[in-house]
């Protein structure tokens, strides 16, 4: 094992801890950036420094594809590859075979409170074919099949060289149902036995297991007991974030986070919007990783208190304040919506300083939940004079419910903040 966790503060469920790593000393609840191929589209490593991310997110498909994991390993490593002095994971390459994303996508977007931006994606799911052995599927080069198993996966994790590597897991969405959950589940346990037994860097590289079993509560306790019964340096929380309603989501997460042991850390895999991150850390949940922050920000929208500013909207023309008042990045700082407004619809420069905010804004909520369960002041919130706004001077939980001015806070928030132990009453409508 080459990690050390250490709780440092809790509240009910939530716990605020030191994650160390061979390359960096991380606080969390934390937030990883997704940095497909080494990269953050628009920021450079300085740059992620510089606003506090402890941990970057690479890509086991795309690495392995381009520039190859060889080729990584003959460099140095992704750490020396990139230049990126802090902790890195890696995801196993599971989810990208099952997927097979096309280019393609439905000529339409959805707007909602959080959800700026939700694309349906065209999944060839029929190009991928998932054994016992591994998972079959079609090279994006040249369409060729290639098989991905266990030990595969665990070899081109082990020559990228990242702080945390995840075993290779049968990914079904939450969305199906029948047999196939629970024969996903149980290769997940088989396969990350082949995991632990390819890994030759135990001492260097830290492997995760993930939980599977759909929404189903039963299959997700075995596959808890399971995964704990081999003493993994840490777990993830598999299979969420792929269209199931948020009351199943939060349930799902609160099982396992129940469950999984005190002394390790608990990975929600695929989750990014700030509510979720803050309702998770709420029951128990430790890392969180998610293109979100970056992609939205591609399509012009910033990361606000009050939820999504959009910036192409016409009415920021003349707006000559900052994206975010409140917000001390250097964004915020230096430019006005009023020129970001003229950047986004012309200007590469506009996607890459709303990338720069989001990220601050993602890390920074990440350094006030650590900081406000360490302080005990997590739940705080008072009533603003003249207002039904709920608020929080500490920038913790309610600060969050700011976007539900009327009280009308989603009743799955309000369950599970009950199952938290967090009193929330004051910000909800009667």
Partial sequence: MALRFEVLGRFNRARAAQL???????????????????????????????????????????LALRPTSELIDELGGLHKFMNWPRALLTDSGGFQMVSCITNLYVAGIFYTQWHFAYIFQVSLLHLADITEKGVTFQSPVDGKPMLLTPEESIQIQNRIGADIIMALDDVVRTTITGPRIEEAMYRTL???????????RPHEQNLFGIVQGGLDPVLRDICVRGLVDRNLPGYAIGGLAGGEDKDSFWRVVAQCTAALPEDKPRYVMGVGYPLDIVVCSALGADMYDCVYPTRTARFGTALVPEGVLKLK????VNDTRPIDPTCACMVCKNYTRAYIHCLVTKDAMGSQLLSYHNLYYMLQLSRNLHSSIVEGRFPECYIIPDSNLCASRNSNVVRFLWQFPKGDVPEWVCNAMDVAGIDISSCCSS
């Fill in 190 to 200: 088989r396969w990350v036995d082949r995991c632990i037994a390819a890994h030759k």
């Fill in 20 to 62: 160390t790593l061979p390359h960096f000393a991380c606080q969390t609840p934390l937030f990883m950036p997704v940095g497909t191929q080494g990269t953050i589209k628009g920021l450079t490593t300085d740059q992620l420094e510089e606003i506090g991310c402890q941990i970057i997110l690479g890509n086991t498909y795309h």
């Fill in 313 to 316: 909207h016409n009415a920021m």
